[in-house]
């Protein structure tokens, strides 16, 4: 089995103890689900399906694999359903064979869990991972409000605390012997690179071990850093001896906040690899909050 193939059926089974309870009413759907969604069993009709159930469970009527596929298709809506629609996927419960095949129900649920939602539950994996390896001492990242700032900043908290809609600087000090830094951010919704970037710190050098973000030169330099929104905000730092010389890392006027997605974050994870350890990580987070009155 390839590391591909391992990952899959990892995704199946992190899926499945997702939408069915542990009972053995629902051990015929659970597998149905499991066979159905399998890459391996892209191409099989549904009565192959129906057959291979009836191998594992012998009390299943093979008769009812499209009422069995019908319920997996519901609970699977009814646990992500709000995930498909963002993406634009949806579709109706009708009676009879679609015409266009590749729009039947578990078709176009099965091209989302793939092309959607596999690789960003890669995505969270890698992101774990190099959690795992970071080292989070405290001192390494802080947010200095604006000075000039007038607003209502929040009391003072045992957990490190951000305020919305508080312009912030933000001061990077890194113990270690590589110098240059590439700092993602993680929010509810978002992913962002904030080091290098256009917006808050086009050089990514660090400079007696510190950088101060945003930077003279940044899109945000007057504007300071500000959150718009209450949740945890997560920033992971990799320092390496040399800058990575991907594109998207590339300070670029024209995409001031660039992204990482599924894609990136696995392009970093290879380059890494390579690279023989030569790097350190850091990680913190934040919550942030909304002013006290």
Not at 13 to 29: G, L, M, N, T
Not at 173 to 181: A, F, G, I, K, S
Request: glycine share 4%; aromatic share 12%; charged share 25%.
């Amino acid at each position: 089995m390839t590391n591909q193939q391992s990952q899959q059926q990892q995704f199946i089974e992190y899926i499945a103890d997702h939408i069915f309870p542990i009972s053995k009413s629902s051990e015929p759907q659970k597998l149905c689900f499991q066979l159905r969604f399998s890459p391996e069993n892209w191409q099989e009709e549904n009565v192959e399906i129906a057959r291979k159930i009836k191998k594992e469970l012998k009390a299943f009527d093979k008769k009812s694999i499209n009422g069995t596929l019908a319920e997996v298709l519901k609970k699977l809506k009814n646990q992500f359903g709000e995930e498909m629609a963002k993406h634009g996927i949806n579709w109706e419960h009708k009676r009879g064979r679609p015409a266009d095949e590749g729009q039947s129900p578990w078709r176009i649920a099965y091209g989302w869990l793939w092309e959607q939602k596999f690789p960003y539950w890669q995505m969270d994996g890698l992101w774990q991972t190099l959690i795992t390896k970071a080292t989070s001492p405290s001192y390494w990242l802080r947010f200095t409000p604006d000075p000039n700032y007038r607003g209502m900043v929040g009391p003072r908290r045992k957990k490190p605390v951000i305020v919305v809609d508080v312009p912030y600087s933000m001061h990077v000090e890194l113990d270690c012997d590589q110098q240059h830094l590439l700092l993602l951010n993680r929010g509810l919704d978002t992913n962002y690179v904030v080091c290098p970037s256009q917006a808050f710190a086009p050089l990514n050098r660090l400079k007696d071990k510190k950088i101060l973000m945003p930077q003279l030169g940044a899109t945000y330099y007057n504007e300071k850093i500000r959150f718009d929104s209450t949740g945890q905000e997560e920033f992971l730092a990799i320092v390496l001896d040399d800058s990575l010389d991907f594109p998207w890392l590339t300070p670029n006027e024209d995409d001031p906040f660039p992204i990482w997605d599924p894609e990136r974050l696995n392009q970093l994870w290879t380059r890494l690899g390579e690279d023989n350890n030569n790097w350190q990580a850091f990680y913190r987070s934040f919550q942030v909050v909304e002013a006290s009155a």
